[in-house]
């Protein structure tokens, strides 16, 4: 799923192309993508866009009058853009737009069709959809550590927790975790101020890192391939492979359709999370160490 650094580069991207261009037609071909029937999506033609924002993991394009077109991208869903003149072939998915630049296209590679869009025509509708979460990259220490301790979750549901902060999912919990050399099951309440204040640190770190990585990647070519699963990541989506600090296999929790990846050298000390589904097959014979995983 685009988390805050992939939504933030679409969203640059997006209105580098469209603000002051107008939206002359489109095209919605999937039944399930479109949310709203009033205000409808017809009118919004002939409107000229004014802004291009983030909402949490939402893209706002908002035209004039005020009308906003709110997309979720969901788990599968991408944008992709073809400039206008461009004799490329467009591409067919869930819906296209014309603008007087270029066309937008949404495609989703995936059976569960989940992504969405919204057509709103005012703030106060637009803040139905805001989860309320602290915007993490402009929230001073005291707001983060107050949103951490509201609730008693785990550090990995804090941070992905939407009515906490704002924009950051899976991927990039992980990847958060792994630079504040901190467990994912450890509790929020249970963390003192200095933990707090390393996690503050390493949330402002990792998604400011990979929101300048993102944005050198593409330069100024649309962003095509934005996925969950990057090189450069330390641990998210890097099972047995090394950790890039100590060289220690990384770990993975597998739940439902997510997984939690972790380095047990530098944030568990060395102890293996257990896995629901094989924890509990195994019983006793879970591994509890890495020695004891290796024997």
């Known amino acids: 799923m685009p988390e805050l650094p992939d939504v933030t580069l679409y969203v640059a991207h997006l209105a580098r192309r469209l603000v002051g261009q107008t939206l002359e037609s489109s095209r919605v071909i999937s039944p399930n993508l479109l949310r709203t029937a009033e205000p409808s999506l017809e009118t919004a033609h002939g409107r000229c866009v004014v802004r291009v924002r983030r909402l949490g993991k939402r893209i706002v394009i908002e035209l004039e009058g005020p009308l906003f077109l709110v997309f979720h991208l969901m788990i599968a869903g991408r944008f992709h853009w073809q400039d206008a003149g461009d004799p490329g072939r467009g591409r067919k998915g869930l819906a296209t737009f014309q603008f007087t630049s270029g066309t937008l296209s949404i495609t989703e590679v995936s059976r569960k069709q989940r992504a969405s869009l919204h057509v709103l025509e005012d703030e106060e509708s637009l803040g139905f959809l805001d989860r309320g979460g602290l915007e993490p990259l402009t929230a001073t220490l005291d707001e983060f550590r107050s949103a951490l301790l509201s609730e008693n979750h785990t550090l990995k549901r804090a941070l992905t927790d939407p009515r906490l902060l704002s924009g ?56 095509e391939g934005v996925t969950a699963f990057r090189p450069g990541m330390a641990v998210h989506g890097k099972f047995r492979q090394p950790c890039p600090v100590c060289g220690t296999p990384v770990q993975r929790i597998v739940y439902s359709e997510n997984e939690t990846n ?34």
């Open 168 to 223: 950051i999912g899976n991927s990039y919990s992980d990847e958060i975790l792994q630079c504040a050399r901190q467990s994912p099951l450890q509790l929020t309440r249970s963390r003192e101020n200095e933990s707090i204040a390393r996690l503050y640190a390493a949330t402002r770190e990792v998604l400011f890192e990979w929101i300048e990585r993102l944005e050198h990647e593409y330069g100024d070519t649309f962003p």
């Open 262 to 295: 972790y380095c047990p050298h530098c944030q568990t000390g060395g102890r293996l999370l257990a896995d629901r589904a094989l924890s509990r097959l195994l019983r006793d014979d879970w591994p509890r160490t890495l020695e004891q995983m290796e024997s």
